[in-house]
């Protein structure tokens, strides 16, 4: 029978060594009848003081087997959960979010409670996705979906138990595991209480600026806790990646591989394996590859979840096929007629428009006709959907006269009450009225259906309305044919400030209403850049009688936004648009002519589809057929990460598919700076080349976060400056060096960072100034954190929620730089002692059981 102490976790048993205050864990160990291995005894100390649950510095001699309990440390001793978890909610009792890390590491301990069956996998998915809100995180899913079913409990919805299993399906959330939960979160309550730690009866973020920083503090209390498992994402080729993609909207299309020849044959197969995920736009075929577009459900322009979702059929069992029709048989069904140059053709199939076009090889991206006559225009705008981010018309004379011809048009016809059944982005003629005048109709689209009433999108005008399903009215073909006059637009060149994303997840609201009062009611001139994925990308400029006022340098001025560059797909259209411009401005432009053999075969072209289109649409069961198996759905665009530790660098990074971060997409590769992920548990394969990744979060998109991150929460950190000694260049951080043995502490688990922003002195002084605010609220002593009254704790949580804050919303903010790499990597002691300048807290000898060392500062030339 194997001994109670060798089946327990060694670090438990260590700890709890540790309280009994008899010694080091070692000699006490050695004692046992069945004592653990040495090796094994000083991995695990020296484990638990990367943790913080024992002190970094150490009085006696073996400074490797040994260290003093921190608060940390014997709060984790008390708690039946994963050391990491346990460092999460005290880091939560820190930073005034307990409450969240509670359910976070609760619902971590415990078998999850999503729900994924095997048969509906995708929409399992969708529901978890929904629970992250836009945050990238696993564990944010988790304390959303505890919170929502908290939050119907508690407002007596869920009051019988059919209720409760009736909303469980509805969110594929298992009922009995979440009440499992709820349990061992009361209990945790309950054990962190004894610690003084208790959760806030009321939540204090009611309104939406203050939940956007909580939940900002809660990801970096998250990647505080997972402390080393930290891992930067890999650079995307945004030039391969625009060409394989062949320059569709990677935040709304997915690519498929290995169609079979005349494959615009199967576009309903193609469509039907496609509905769980979402409503497809449109599919384009080239070669023997095919572009997938949906619909966009929502205004928001980040990438569909629809995207995600379909990228997760490439993950299930049994693999996507088509069935297919036998080439011999296809081209006899043409006869006389000529068709195998048409067998990877390129053809576009348009479900708004019902149409299978083949698509011209020499066929612009850009239509002359459509373009503003000018670079220069002036637009009227109809609705702010975000900030840089609106819809509006042209407000030139002849752009109005069109409107209101068109107006009239519609108004002095007869018009139809729809016959058709409501569909989103069906259209029609929809009503509407300004200041309580008659109600006129105008070519709209709908967008929602909510019971007798939709919401439409006008399709000349750009904004949307709410009115009822009785009111809609057929839209006549002979309407259809002029083009819609309702634009939407893209400022350039700027991007959400850090304050910006903190405060707002993407803009705050600040922002947002700054925005809108700057751009309503006033003359506002466009400066056209590029035209990408339909949208017009503008510098946006405010016309007043002295000059015109850019507005990205009133936001950049004013800490909302910073300058950005553009994508890749924007520049090489904006060379495109120039040039056109240029000739058209010259009077050299000449239009694509097309001559009449290239025109009468793409006619020819559309005339085989349809007539093969229509064959086998009459008799399909009467031919044989085969299985074809596609390779996808996949993106270019999908994140991938390396690991930061030294023993894992050189492995390959997978993420378990359950995580919502599986199938992340990178929608900004043209921003050059690093992006984090943190992982509660790191496994390494079995050949040891593979190391996979659970329980993941992927931080905000601010520069500079990696580094502030692993700053704030190493235990020991070693600065590295270029050759002169002028800057920082990046930091070693891990638990140091042994002077004795002179080598690495705990090496496997050093990290190397090479900075990508501008780091200085006052950094280093904040950081530590963050990190002795820390160790205020969870030491030990008479002025420990069991000595402290709510009205202290209350005070010391919001003074290092503010640190925190400031700390990454630097004015003006760190300067972009190139990562350099230091000559000797992953080496310790590289820094000559007269230039070390050690930082010592103002608490005497008992900062040596505290959280957090103070870091020392590297002198710089001046």
């Given at each position: ?688 080349t593979r190391i996979l990744l659970r329980d993941t979060s ?34 070693l951080c891990g638990l140091g060096f042994n002077s004795q ?122």
């Amino acid at each position: 029978m194997i001994p109670e102490m060798l089946l327990a976790p060694l670090s438990t048993v260590l700890l709890k060594v540790k309280l009994l205050d008899m010694g080091d864990p070692r000699s006490l160990l050695s004692t046992a009848l069945s004592p653990p291995n040495l090796s094994d005894i000083v991995r695990t100390v020296l484990q638990l003081k990367e943790m913080g649950a024992l002190s970094v510095k150490s009085e006696s001699r073996g400074q490797n087997e040994d260290g003093e309990l921190t608060f940390l440390g014997r709060v984790l001793a008390h708690l039946p959960l994963d050391l990491y978890l346990g460092k999460m909610i005290v880091l939560g009792h820190v930073f005034g979010c307990l409450d969240e890390c509670l359910i976070i590491a609760a619902s971590h301990s415990l078998k999850s409670f999503f729900a994924i069956p095997s048969m509906q996998q995708i929409a399992g998915h969708r529901s978890k996705l929904a629970f992250t809100r836009g945050t990238p995180s696993d564990s944010i899913a988790f304390l959303n979906a505890f919170k929502a079913w908290h939050s119907a409990k508690k407002k007596g919805q869920l009051r019988h138990p059919k209720d409760e299993l009736d909303w469980g399906k509805e969110n594929f959330i298992q009922i009995k595991r979440i009440r499992e939960v709820a349990e061992l979160y009361e209990e945790l309550k309950k054990r962190v209480s004894q610690f003084n730690m208790n959760v806030a009866e009321e939540s204090q973020f009611s309104d939406y600026t203050s939940a956007r920083k909580q939940a900002f503090i809660l990801q970096v209390v998250i990647a505080g806790a997972y402390y080393p498992n930290y891992f930067l994402q890999v650079d995307i080729d945004e030039a391969l990646a625009s060409r394989e993609l062949s320059g569709f909207n990677p935040r709304t299309t997915v690519m498929l591989r290995n169609l079979p020849p005349y494959s615009f044959l199967y576009y309903k197969q193609l469509q039907c394996l496609f509905r769980l995920c979402g409503q497809v736009k449109a599919i384009s075929f080239d070669s023997s590859r095919a572009y997938v577009e949906f619909y966009r459900t929502s205004q928001d322009s980040g990438v569909l979840p629809e995207v995600s979702l379909a990228l997760l059929l490439a993950h299930q069992s049994p693999a996507m096929e088509l069935s297919v029709y036998p080439i011999e048989q296809i081209e006899n069904c043409a006869g006389n007629r000529h068709i195998t140059h048409m067998k990877y053709s390129r053809v576009n199939v348009d479900f708004q428009s019902q149409s299978v076009c083949p698509v011209g090889v020499v066929s612009s991206t850009i239509d002359p006709a459509k373009l503003p006559p000018n670079r220069l225009f002036v637009v009227n705008i109809t609705k702010v959907v975000e900030v840089g981010h609106f819809w509006g018309f042209q407000a030139d004379e002849a752009s109005l006269e069109k409107q209101r011809q068109m107006t009239a048009d519609i108004n002095t016809c007869t018009l139809h009450p729809l016959t058709v059944s409501l569909y989103p982005n069906l259209l029609c003629l929809a009503p509407y009225s300004e200041f309580s005048e008659q109600n006129m109709y105008y070519r709209a689209k709908i967008l929602h259906m909510r019971g007798n009433t939709v919401e439409v999108f006008f399709l000349d005008y750009g904004n949307n309305e709410i009115v009822s399903c009785s009111s809609l009215r057929e839209l006549p073909s002979d309407l259809l044919s002029h083009p819609f006059q309702a634009q939407e637009f893209q400022v350039t060149g700027m991007r959400p400030s850090n304050q910006s994303i903190i405060l707002g997840n993407q803009w705050s609201s600040r922002a947002r209403n700054r925005f809108i009062n700057l751009v309503k009611g006033q003359s506002l001139i466009m400066s056209l850049y590029s035209i990408l994925y339909g949208v017009m990308r503008v510098d946006l400029l405010i016309h007043s009688e002295t000059a015109n006022t850019s507005v990205v340098d009133l936001l950049v001025e004013e800490g909302h936004a910073v300058k950005a560059e553009e994508s890749f797909d924007s520049k090489q259209n904006h060379e495109v648009l120039m040039s056109l411009y240029k000739d058209m401005e010259e009077g050299t432009y000449v239009p694509n002519s097309v001559s009449n053999t290239w025109s009468n075969r793409k006619k020819e072209e559309k005339e085989l589809i349809d007539s093969l289109l229509t064959h086998f649409s009459k008799q399909p069961q009467s031919y044989s057929r085969t299985k074809v198996r596609l390779h996808g759905p996949t993106s270019p665009h999908m994140m991938s990460f390396h690991s930061l530790r030294s023993n894992t660098l050189y492995k390959t990074v997978c993420i378990e598919k359950n995580s919502i971060n599986s199938l992340a997409l990178n929608e900004n590769p043209h921003c050059s700076h690093q992006k984090m992920l943190v992982a509660g548990t790191v496994s390494v394969s079995s050949t040891g080349t593979r190391i996979l990744l659970r329980d993941t979060s992927i931080l905000p998109d601010i520069p500079g976060l990696p580094a502030l991150v692993m700053m704030l929460f190493t235990p020991i950190m070693e600065l590295r400056t270029d050759e002169e000694r002028t800057c920082y260049t990046g930091a070693l951080c891990g638990l140091g060096f042994n002077s004795q043995k002179q080598e690495a502490i705990l090496l496997e688990h050093d990290i190397e960072l090479s900075f990508d922003v501008k780091i200085d002195v006052d950094d280093i002084t904040e950081i530590n100034a963050l990190r002795m605010a820390i160790n205020h609220l969870v030491c030990e002593g008479p002025n420990g954190t069991l000595h402290l009254g709510t009205d202290r704790i209350r005070q010391l949580q919001e003074d290092c929620r503010d640190r925190l804050i400031r700390l990454f919303t630097k004015s003006p903010p760190r300067e972009a730089i190139a990562p350099q790499l230091f000559e000797k990597l992953g080496k310790w002691n590289q820094v000559d002692p007269s230039l070390r300048m050690d930082i010592v807290e103002p608490r005497g000898g008992n900062a040596r059981a505290v959280l957090y060392q103070l870091h020392p500062v590297t002198v710089l030339n001046n």
